[in-house]
């Protein structure tokens, strides 16, 4: 069934959208870029030009003039007597989405090349085709060879646990999707940070939660304060976090902070979904601090996968919690897919016998990016705030002025693919932040440095004075 978005609730999510001229192409540029993020679904009816006209205080002929700019290039489809409608993105080339070319840098996806060693695994895997096809190919719980050793990862950190503790996916964003089920019905309240993880954010929407947002910055990290006070006051049934490399902060919580979250959580029945999926790509910070294993561990459900360590095409994840969650996660997921593929996961137990290798092949390598991006940034764009975060995939740019959106419209135009700030947030806003990967090859983050560099002269000439900071016009 196609959807619908009022004129205020698409002016809310434009945010500071008046950011060039012609004003009607900075309005199309910012209805291209909700399409793009999905913050947009196809088939989606956008408002009348008259109501958003009104909503926005433009004249019905600049938003006229924007639509027609939207369907020149095939993002919407407008009827007479109608209304227009989003299209869904269509592919220009076999394997390339629309807007998309070869040649392009897409840092959109956050998520490094694969692992070297990958390939080799692999062949010496499929090597071994006999005995995977003799097993049935339907298992809903996942290899108990491949459990076995991520339950040996996690006693590795501490924390001791069973196969039966352990329920494989396919990939983490499946194991949100399932919890999300599991726990949560219609109406229920769900924590979450601002800035986030966005599909994780659409899995809790779809299941029916009504979020909570808390806010995490770089300087200051989690706003445990407010959580504390949100906690008591709402009672929310679960709360999602990333407490390791933060995506996209890259902060990562404290004892202190850990601790603290866990109480409030505990005191208000609160379930703890703690996605750990970038936890092993640590670069300079050290052991993972220990937290959330004093409280009821009925409570408390780890996510991990291998995306992001090893390669995100091997769609192995997997969720940790307690039997009767497991128990109970099983008999439900038959309803979404029968069981992560044999295949994926005896390459995956293979991988994980040499994760010690992988953790310092990845370690090299983003350590190599990050430090490259940022001293790039940091001479070129010195008004920036750039920072350096102890691992993960990103850095979270505070810019000049909230011109995430027409900066990241602006670099696509010019071959360099990212996600704007606003795509990150729960409840709107972060209009002043961009996040940039560090996970390409060194060469190709400082010919994204060129990019955004020229972007950014361009895009900031065109803002209205209003939007930049005081110390930028000096």
Excluded at 43 to 53: D, F, G, I, K, Y
Excluded at 186 to 201: F, N
Excluded at 335 to 362: C, K, M, N
Excluded at 431 to 447: I, N, Q, S, V
């Amino acid at each position: 069934m196609d959807s619908r978005i009022s004129a205020r609730s698409l002016s809310h999510a434009l945010g500071g959208w008046r950011t060039r001229e012609p004003t009607y192409e900075a309005l199309a540029d910012g209805i291209r870029l909700l399409c793009l993020d999905n913050r947009l679904a196809p088939r989606t009816s956008l408002p009348a030009e008259r109501e958003l006209a009104g909503a926005l205080g433009l004249s019905r002929s600049t938003v006229a003039a924007a639509y027609r700019s939207l369907r020149d290039t095939g993002h919407i489809h407008s009827v007479r007597g109608s209304g227009s409608i989003t299209l869904p993105l269509l592919r220009r080339d076999p394997g390339v989405t629309s807007g998309v070319h070869r040649d392009d840098i897409d840092l959109q996806q956050a998520s490094p090349a694969a692992w070297p060693g990958l390939a080799g695994l692999i062949a010496e895997t499929v090597a071994d085709a006999p005995a995977i096809v003799a097993r049935t190919g339907y298992d809903i719980v996942g290899r108990h060879e491949l459990r076995l050793r991520v339950a040996e990862q996690y006693a590795a950190r501490g924390l001791a646990t069973s196969p039966d503790e352990i329920l494989i996916t396919t990939g983490a964003q499946s194991a949100i999707h399932l919890l999300a089920r599991a726990l949560i019905t219609r109406g229920d309240r769900v924590l979450v940070e601002t800035p986030t993880y966005p599909h994780a954010a659409e899995a809790l929407r779809q299941a029916g939660a009504r979020l909570t947002a808390v806010p995490v910055t770089v300087r200051e990290g989690w706003d445990i304060e407010r959580a504390a006070q949100v906690s008591q006051r709402t009672l929310p049934v679960a709360a999602y976090v990333m407490p390791d490399f933060h995506n996209p902060t890259g902060r990562s919580m404290s004892a202190a902070e850990r601790d603290a979250l866990a109480r409030a959580a505990e005191r208000a029945g609160t379930t703890l979904i703690l996605d750990e999926t970038t936890a092993d790509l640590d670069i300079d910070r050290g052991p993972l601090a220990r937290g959330f294993d004093r409280i009821d561990p009925s409570l408390v459900i780890r996510i991990g996968s291998l995306g992001k360590t090893v390669w995100g095409g091997l769609r192995v994840g997997w969720i940790r919690a307690a039997p009767e969650l497991i128990r109970r996660l099983v008999a439900l997921r038959s309803a979404q897919d029968l069981g992560t593929p044999e295949l994926e996961q005896v390459i995956a137990a293979a991988v994980l016998d040499r994760f010690g290798d992988v953790v310092t092949q990845r370690r090299h390598m983003l350590r190599e990016g990050r430090d490259v991006i940022i001293a790039a940034l940091r001479e070129r764009l010195p008004r920036f705030t750039v920072p350096r975060p102890q691992g993960g995939v990103s850095l979270w740019i505070e810019m000049d002025a909230p011109l995430s959106a027409a900066l990241v419209m602006d670099a696509r135009h010019r071959g360099l693919l990212l996600t704007s700030g606003p795509r990150f947030s729960v409840d709107g806003g972060h209009d002043r932040y961009l996040r940039m990967p560090f996970t390409a090859a060194p060469e190709t983050l400082l010919r994204a440095a060129d990019i955004l560099v020229e972007s950014w002269s361009t895009v900031s000439r065109a803002a209205p004075p209003t939007l930049l900071r005081e110390e930028a016009m000096v």
